[in-house]
Every structure is written in structure tokens, then in C-alpha cells.
């Protein structure tokens, strides 16, 4: 989708996949979590990179906002790119990730494909084990 468009046509694209108009000259302080989020998202795609790093991406998107935003993450992996974002949502990792890491005080304690972390339970069971928390 995006990525199909000449360069000069790229950032209106993406803008407008966001719903926000390109001609808008609104300050930055102005905008809600969620627009600030949908910018610095189109700021991290805009240039196309190979390699793209989110902390907390989904943090602050509306539903549809969300959905798009998985979609390029599959496209930019599926088109041999790779995406390293952090979360708390248990549930979006194990939906998108095809590796996982799960990290502690800062120190890795569990990583590999996500079959090999989660086997057959859900990730969130891993996580609640690995804290000590699991009931």
C-alpha cells in the first residue's frame, strides 16, 4: 500500500492512511496521545527502513489505528524487515511476533521463537510462572 507510491507521494500517503490531512499545520502540543502516536508511527515508516524499533506501539491508537498499524508490521516483516517493539499487552505479542524475549529487572530470562517460549500454554501463563505469580 504505502510502500507503492513514488517517494515525493510517501508522506501523504501515510498520512492520510491515518486519517490526518497532510495540509494541517497544527503544533505538535496540540494533538491528543493517540494523533501524537499516529505521528511518531508515521515518522518511524516514512523513510522505509529495514529495521524499525517501538517502544509501547499500540499505546494511546484507536481500533483502526491498531489494525493498520499490525498490517504494516506484517507487511515490513513478511518483506524481510524486522520490527523490535516492547509491550505490556501479552496478547499483541503472541498475535504478531514470531520471537519473543522476556526481560526482568533487565536481564533476559527467556527468549526464542514464540512456540519454543510459550509451547502450549499462552505467553501471559509464561510471564505469571517466570514472576513467580502464576495461582
Not at 489505528?65 to 496478547?91: N, P, Q, W, Y
Not at 514470531?98 to 533487565?106: E, Q, S, T
Amino acid at each position: 500500500a504505502y510502500r507503492k507510491v513514488a517517494d515525493d507521494q510517501r508522506i501523504c500517503t501515510v498520512l492520510e492512511m491515518f486519517g490526518l490531512d497532510p495540509s494541517d499545520k497544527k503544533a505538535l502540543g496540540k494533538y491528543s496521545l493517540g494523533m501524537k502516536q499516529k505521528l511518531a508511527i508515521i515518522s518511524a515508516w516514512i523513510h522505509d527502513p529495514k529495521l524499525i524499533i517501538m517502544d509501547e506501539p499500540f499505546v494511546g491508537l484507536d481500533p483502526k489505528a491498531a489494525h493498520l498499524l499490525k498490517g504494516m508490521m506484517r507487511e515490513k516483516c513478511e518483506e524481510d524487515g524486522a520490527i523490535f517493539f516492547s509491550t505490556h499487552v501479552l496478547e499483541v505479542a503472541e498475535k504478531l511476533c514470531d520471537k519473543v524475549a522476556i526481560i526482568k529487572n533487565g536481564v533476559l530470562i527467556r527468549s526464542g521463537t514464540m512456540d519454543e517460549v510459550k509451547g502450549d500454554t499462552s505467553l501471559e501463563d509464561v510471564f505469571l510462572e517466570l514472576e513467580g505469580e502464576k495461582c
